[in-house]
C-alpha cells in the first residue's frame, strides 16, 4: 500500500531532550515536506526537500533541523524542544511538487 | 506577503443542500492550487490540483473551480458523509516547487 508513515503517532517529552520523529515514504516521491498544525493558525510548512541532499526552509523552520540522506526517509529533529514545539506534525511526500501524501500524523507535547 | 484565506470558517448543511467553499490568495504568481480533505485525528487527503484560470475538476459531488484571483469547492447534494474539514493550499511561482501555502480551512458539517 502506498503510504507515508510516521513514528511515534504520540510523543511526549521534556524541554531541551532533542528528539527525532521519522518520516518513510514508499512511492519513490522526490519531494517530501513537515507541517505543524495548531489551532488557529492552521497547517504550516516546517521545511521541505526536492530530492535528496535538497532540503529548503517553510515558513516556520526555528528550532528544527531535518535531513534528506536517503529519498525515502525525511526525518524531523528537535535539538532542544520548548513547550512552544507543542504541536500536531506531518510529514507529507509527492510525485514532483504536486498534491501531497500525508502521514497520519504524530501528536508532541513538550513539557 | 502570499497570503491564502478560505471562508466560511465552518459551514453547516442539511443533506442534499449545495454549497459552495471560497478560497482567496494573493501571490505573485500561481504555479499550482490544492484542495485538501481532512477528517479529524488525521492527515490531510488530496482532493485536486488546479494550474490556471478556467481550470475545473470533479470528483462525486465536488467540483473545484479556478479563476486568477480565488477558487471555489462546490459540493452538490452533499451527504453526512462528505463531514470534513477543507483545506486549500496555494504553490507560488516566486518560490521552489516544494512551497505550499495552506488556508485556514473550512469546517463541513452535513446533518442527515
Known amino acids: 500500500e502506498a503510504q507515508v508513515t510516521q513514528n511515534p503517532r504520540y510523543l511526549i517529552t521534556v524541554t531541551g531532550k532533542k528528539l527525532t520523529v521519522t518520516c518513510s515514504q514508499n512511492m519513490n516521491h522526490e519531494y517530501m515536506s513537515w507541517y505543524r498544525q495548531d489551532p488557529g493558525l492552521g497547517l504550516r510548512q516546517i521545511y521541505y526537500?526536492?530530492?535528496?541532499?535538497?532540503?529548503d526552509k517553510g515558513d516556520v523552520p526555528e528550532g528544527y533541523k531535518v535531513s534528506r540522506k536517503e529519498k525515502r526517509n525525511f526525518p524531523l529533529i528537535l535539538e532542544s524542544p520548548s513547550p512552544n514545539q507543542t504541536s500536531l506534525y506531518f510529514c507529507?511526500?509527492?510525485?514532483?511538487?504536486?498534491?501531497?501524501?500525508f502521514g497520519s500524523g504524530t501528536r508532541l507535547t513538550v513539557v | 506577503e502570499d497570503q491564502v484565506t478560505q471562508s466560511p470558517e465552518a459551514l453547516r448543511l442539511q443533506e442534499g443542500e449545495s454549497s459552495s467553499l471560497n478560497c482567496s490568495y494573493t501571490v505573485s504568481g500561481l504555479r499550482g492550487l490544492f484542495w485538501y480533505r481532512q477528517d479529524p485525528g488525521k492527515g490531510p487527503e488530496f482532493l485536486f490540483t488546479l494550474y490556471s484560470a478556467g481550470e475545473e475538476k470533479e470528483k462525486e459531488r465536488l467540483k473545484a473551480t479556478l479563476t486568477k484571483k480565488e477558487s471555489f469547492l462546490h459540493i452538490t447534494a452533499p451527504k453526512p458523509e462528505d463531514s470534513a474539514t477543507y483545506l486549500c493550499a496555494v504553490q507560488p511561482v516566486s518560490s521552489n516547487t516544494g512551497k505550499l501555502i495552506f488556508g485556514q480551512g473550512t469546517t463541513l458539517q452535513v446533518k442527515p
Open positions: 526537500s526536492m530530492n535528496v541532499e535538497v532540503t
Open positions: 507529507a511526500s509527492s510525485y514532483r511538487g504536486g498534491g501531497y501524501t
